[in-house]
């Protein structure tokens, strides 16, 4: 039978968890409007906070011309992996900010996000669909975008 501490630790730790949840949704909300790119052989990523995460083709550098953000080819298809708009209908945000009082886009990244532990690591995983319908399941494209969270005590 657990003791009243382990019990204490249990719900301790379970509002810490959920307070984390919380915090690194909001500090992530701060790249509200700015993408992060990842760069893999041909293909190029971006997730772009609140929006969802891209696959494209990107054009080569030109001389004078920034290489970042990198330009997405026209002429090479991209494909959506995975949206927030894919995911959750506007009405079910809509309703969630108002019922949380939160910011629509924080209120879309919390309704798809949660916090995880996994060999004593912690990370906020969103679950994105509504991707592109790829042509060999003929479904639409989804992801798991994770973001490692520093524990610090």
Known sequence: MPDANDTLSKLDEERELARA???GWELLSEMQGNC???WSG???????????VRQFHQLPPRPGTPPYPPVED??????????????????KVEALS???GL????????????????????YLVQ?????????LTEKPRRIEVQVS???IR
């Open 74 to 91: 026209p002429a090479v298809a991209g494909f959506v992996l995975g949206s927030i708009q894919g995911t959750l209908p506007d009405e």
């Open 149 to 151: 969270i520093l524990w």
């Open 21 to 23: 949840n919380d915090k």
């Open 42 to 52: 041909w293909w190029s990523y971006s997730y772009c906070f609140g929006e969802g």
């Open 98 to 100: 108002e019922e949380k």
């Open 36 to 38: 992060i790119y990842f």
């Open 103 to 122: 910011s629509k886009d924080l209120a879309a990244m919390k309704a798809t996000g949660h916090l995880e532990t996994r060999g004593g690591n912690k």
């Open 127 to 135: 679950h994105l669909g509504g991707g592109t319908v790829c042509d």
